[in-house]
């Protein structure tokens, strides 16, 4: 039976089929649905780890113990895990271990661009590319039997594109192979699993002598095959990028990837010899044309395509008719648009607690460095009161940094819960340690919200629902060692705005927790106020707490009630009083 | 069997992916292959949200070309206006009356466009505008997160496949408690165009 699945959802079946005995994860767009999936499966293990190295770690202690493991992330997820990564592609696996990223060009949802397949190559790991959901499915169950038969790590790539795609999938009532009899044991072998430099001297050439049997796997392994069609033109494509060729050049002669490192090195030249001209589809980096150039082979690839951003069936058929590979389609004449489209930003919900934060701090005129999550929009207009996101865990240290520079403005670092948990208790103990005095703020809103809600170290739930310690941040800040801590809701705007004046000038390192439970995973909903339309003077200012249901007419401001949460933070912005609470 | 491309738009929140999902399962039901491709921003409330959705033969990219769309589904009628070049002549829209204001539309900095200038934007492709009181009938209705399927209702009609069919798959994907009020939202929408 066929049954339509995202990508996302077909890694987590193929997971399951492919008896993945234990999952972990960190959230992250687009790949968080791969363990919320997953973890939804009987006889399985899965959890939320508070940030993808250890989840990382935690898949590399199943898989040495004989067990098949699984990690996922986005992209930047495995920078965060990229030490785990190297030391277990040298001391090698037992069980299956997968390691799922998804890359996401166009940074749909991202902080950068980056092109995953190059830390395949940087780490010496094997990496499969799917380029639908059933091959995501596939290509799992292959990743964890591959290594199993090469005792390495493989790296499953996946994009935004294939993540949230949906496309059929061959399902069965067939569930997993039953379990081992055997309890999972973990061989002590110190020369194999302790990398000291001479241990790890040891394994080096053997992680070269496997990439070797690995190139030579590569040019028999199903995934990697030859489409015969038109040789006058030779189309070398992997992942979802085959299938936006595969429209554009329907009778082209097709060298299909699944296997994108390391390469089949016979299997490209005899492709190469074959075809007049070998075109390379691939977005982003030229990570197959870098390869073939150093093979010798003559290719067409980003002198025709673009390194930046998402390709579509549209962009590759434009720039192979820029490139005179097809002629140009007949299509109806350009539209001119004459029309004003005012573009739709995503927004802070109403009711959102980081609202009412950014407010005070616009309010107090301080220097915010940020970090990644809802919060984030805090910088866009009209709050704009945020001034660096770089990466998850970046704003305490950056404003550490700069109040060591010297710089006289006012720095606050804001981040989330899940960001401070994710690695925000470091950059703390910094600046505890270096005697800084940066005040941090946690704008807490008990959720993973940016990302769907996922359940974290202070939810107190497991990923399967199961009811757990929580881990309080207040307690642990003070377990670091400060003593100025508090906790207030940002609904209280001037009892935060003394808070946060008092922590400023105290001139001691200090620590904010700004609480509001997160308004759309606690679907808390008040009565709309209303605005009294003699008493408004239309002055604006509750515009400027950038709140959608507020909607300016030309004699006063009107409330969307449809929208509108019914928080009441508009109703203690107004100068006028004009706004009601009903 | 033709090859159908679908294009819905609308904004976080209005229910854009659980119509897209009815439509592509109905397509499977109908003997298509299928491909869906939610395209959307930062999982956030009230951002565009767009989805592909594609019948075919045998279909490739999950993702539409310009020129080439043969419905697009607006569930919002600025959001159903940015995406005209997508059309292929001799197209069908069928827009949402509904409006949702942009941020800066609601701070007095932007427009939003009229009602005849959207409709003669998507003319420009399409040979006809179907508008569709979606939200109205769903909040007649008793909820106006239905609005997605009073469209399905409007579009079934044009795209045919058998009524039971598309019934049966709304019946699968929401809420067993909601699926009556989904039927009768479904055969609202079906009067529209019918
Ligand atoms: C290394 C890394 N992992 C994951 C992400 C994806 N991501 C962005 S924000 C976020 C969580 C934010 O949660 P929280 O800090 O609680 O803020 P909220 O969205 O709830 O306001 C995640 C998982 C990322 N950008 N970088």
Request: glycine share 10%; proline share 7%; aromatic share 6%.
């Amino acid at each position: 039976m066929k049954k339509l699945m995202t990508g996302n959802e077909a890694f987590a079946y193929g997971a399951y089929l492919g008896g993945v005995q234990v999952g972990a994860a960190y959230p992250g767009t687009p790949s968080s649905e791969i363990l919320d999936n997953f973890s939804r499966y009987p006889g399985i293990f899965a959890e939320w780890s508070p940030n993808e190295k250890v989840s990382l770690d935690v898949a590399i202690g199943a898989a040495y113990a004989g067990t098949r493991a699984m990690s996922s992330m986005k992209h930047v997820g495995l920078n965060v895990a990229s030490d785990s990564l190297f030391y277990a592609v040298y001391t090698g696996v037992k069980g299956g271990l997968v390691i799922i990223c998804a890359d996401d060009p166009e940074m749909h949802s991202s902080q950068n661009e980056q092109d995953n397949r190059n830390y395949a190559k940087f780490a010496k790991c094997p990496m499969l590319e799917p380029s639908d959901s059933e091959e995501a499915k596939q290509f799992v169950g292959m990743a964890l039997d591959m290594s199993e038969e090469f005792e390495t790590p493989v790296l499953v790539r996946s994009v935004t594109r294939l993540s949230h795609s949906s496309t059929p999938v061959e399902v069965s009532d067939a569930g997993p192979p039953p379990p081992s009899e055997e309890t999972p044991f973990y061989e002590r072998d110190a020369q194999r699993y302790v990398m000291v430099p001479a241990n790890a001297r040891r394994r080096h050439p053997l992680v070269e002598e496997r990439l070797e049997k690995l190139a030579d796997y590569a040019e028999t392994i199903p995934i990697n095959y030859i489409e015969p069609g038109d040789d006058n033109l030779g189309i070398i494509s992997a992942g979802v990028n085959y299938h936006y060729a595969k429209e554009v050049f329907p009778n082209a002669t097709f060298l299909k990837l699944g296997m994108v490192y390391p390469l089949p090195e016979k299997l490209i030249r005899a492709f190469a010899d074959r075809v007049k001209t070998v075109v390379i589809v691939e977005e982003l980096d030229p990570f197959l044309e870098e390869q073939l150039r150093l093979m010798g082979i003559q290719v067409k690839g980003k002198d025709i395509f673009p390194m930046l951003g998402e390709f579509s069936p549209t962009l590759v058929r434009d720039c192979a008719v820029k490139a005179g590979l097809i002629p140009a389609p007949e299509a109806p004449p350009e539209i001119k648009v004459d029309l004003e489209r005012p573009i739709r930003p995503p927004m802070l919900c109403p009711g959102c607690g980081h609202r009412a934060l950014f407010h005070v701090l616009r309010e107090n005129g301080v220097l915010v460095t940020g970090d990644i999550g809802c919060y984030t929009l805090g910088s866009a207009p009209p709050l704009s009161a945020m001034h660096t996101t770089g990466c998850m865990g970046a704003s305490i240290g950056v404003a550490h940094g700069i109040d060591k520079a010297g710089v006289k403005d006012d720095v606050v670092a804001v981040l989330g819960d899940s960001t401070f948990l994710h690695s925000g208790i470091h950059p703390l103990i910094d600046v505890l340690y270096n005697q800084g005095n940066t005040t941090t703020i946690i704008s807490d809103n008990s959720a993973t919200a940016m990302t769907g809600f996922q359940e974290h170290p202070g939810t107190g739930k497991t990923v399967q629902g199961q009811p757990t310690t929580v881990v309080d941040p207040e307690k642990l800040v003070r377990g670091i060692g400060f003593e100025k801590v508090d906790i207030c809701d940002p609904y209280e705007i001037d009892q935060m705005e003394k808070i946060l004046q008092d922590h400023l000038k105290s001139g001691k390192p200090s620590v904010i927790i700004s609480r509001h439970p997160c308004v759309l995973h606690a679907k808390e909903k008040h009565t709309p106020p209303e605005v009294d339309p003699e008493l408004c003077i239309n002055c604006g200012i509750c515009l400027d707490v950038g709140c959608s249901p507020l909607i300016q007419e030309d004699e006063h401001v009107r409330i969307d009630s449809l929208l509108c949460n019914g928080c009441g933070l508009c109703v203690k912005v107004c100068p006028q009083e004009a706004i009601i609470e009903q | 069997m033709t090859n159908l491309d679908f294009l819905m738009a609308g904004v976080g929140g209005q229910g854009t992916i659980l119509a897209s999902n009815i439509l592509a399962e109905v397509g499977l039901q109908l003997g298509y292959d299928v491909k869906k491709a939610e395209v959307h921003g930062m999982a956030q409330r009230g951002g565009q949200v767009d989805s592909h959705v594609r019948w075919g033969e045998k279909v490739f990219s999950p993702l539409v070309e310009v020129n080439k769309v043969d419905y697009i589904i607006g569930f919002e009628m600025l959001e159903a206006a940015r995406f005209p070049q997508f059309l292929k002549e001799g197209s069908t829209a069928l827009v949402n009356d509904y409006r949702i204001n942009p941020p800066l539309v609601n701070l007095g900095k932007a427009g939003y466009p009229s009602k005849e200038n959207i409709e003669s934007l998507l003319l420009s492709r399409a040979e006809k505008v179907f508008w569709v009181e979606g939200t109205g009938i769903a909040k007649e209705l008793g909820n106006p997160a239905m609005v997605g399927v009073v469209m399905l209702g409007a579009l079934s009609n044009l795209v045919g496949g058998d009524k039971e069919a598309w019934l049966e798959v709304i019946g699968q994907m929401v809420p067993q408690k909601f699926v009556e009020l989904n039927k009768e939202a479904f055969s609202e929408g079906r009067k529209v165009t019918g």
